[in-house]
């Protein structure tokens, strides 16, 4: 089965500053998508970035970045020059090609310190 | 990507009784999720609504617990049944397109959430 492991449950950034969080996951599927999602206090779930399993560049969005290593199945977010309205709630989440279930991790709390 | 609504934001609901979640989007959408997010936790998939016929739950949650409703392309609702404590969770829904295969093509958008407490 396919699992999504955040083990980081909490992280801090200085304000302007660079934050990685952390995702692996296990499958045994060779094409498939991953997400970020940022959960804020509003409880709105907001797509950061997503990758395609097949591409081998790295996908970017302005500030935010991932580090997808497949053969390791590790897909990092780093987050540049940290705001204040970065501070949420990330989730990792991954789906199988052909699927619609989401697979989510359990997150990561993200403070951003003035 | 779609605009989604979801009413109500918030509830309080004694035991026993039945509170029905709605969902609007502003834009024809072929795929209808509901996703459940107990306190501190992730999301969890309670089931695909679909339009015209009944709902696809995944283990764990059932219809009579859990009906849902889909009567067109922009629109369900998710009703918890006879609710207990447990129930107390955030209930999100979310929207994706298929394309001709019938499989989900896009990213799923989420809805704000509905926040029930069940004393």
């Known amino acids: 089965a396919q699992t999504v492991t955040q083990s980081q449950p909490e992280m801090s950034v200085q304000e302007a500053e660079t934050v990685t969080l952390s995702c692996t996951y296990d499958?045994?599927?060779?094409?498939?998508?991953l997400f970020w999602y940022k959960q804020p206090p509003s409880r709105q779930m907001i797509l950061v970035i997503r990758?395609?399993?097949?591409?081998?560049q790295n996908a970017t969005e302005n500030r935010f970045s991932v580090n997808f290593q497949k053969a390791a199945k590790s897909f990092s977010l780093k987050i540049s020059d940290s705001q204040l309205g970065d501070a949420a709630m990330y989730f990792c989440?991954?789906?199988?090609?052909?699927?619609?279930?989401?697979?989510f991790g359990t997150g990561t709390r993200l403070k951003v310190l003035a | 990507s779609a605009v989604i609504s979801q009413k109500p934001s918030r509830d309080i609901c004694q035991r026993g009784t039945s509170l029905t979640i709605q969902c609007q989007v502003d834009?024809?959408?072929?795929?209808m999720f509901w996703y459940r997010q107990q306190p501190g936790q992730s999301l969890t998939l309670i089931a695909t609504?679909?339009?015209?016929?009944?709902?696809?739950?995944e283990s764990g949650f059932v219809i009579d617990k859990f009906p849902i409703s889909r009567p067109n392309l922009t629109f369900s609702t998710l009703t918890v049944s006879n609710m207990s404590p447990e129930d107390s969770s955030i209930y999100l829904c979310?929207?994706?397109?298929?394309?001709?295969?019938?499989?989900?093509?896009?990213?799923?958008?989420f809805g704000p959430g509905t926040r029930l407490t069940v004393l």
């Open positions: 979310s929207v994706g397109s298929s394309g001709t295969s019938g499989r989900l093509t896009d990213t799923q958008y």
């Open positions: 499958t045994s599927e060779s094409d498939y998508y």
């Open positions: 990758q395609e399993a097949y591409k081998q």
């Open positions: 989440a991954y789906r199988a090609s052909g699927t619609y279930k989401y697979i």
């Open positions: 834009s024809q959408v072929t795929m």
């Open positions: 609504a679909n339009q015209g016929s009944e709902a696809t739950y």
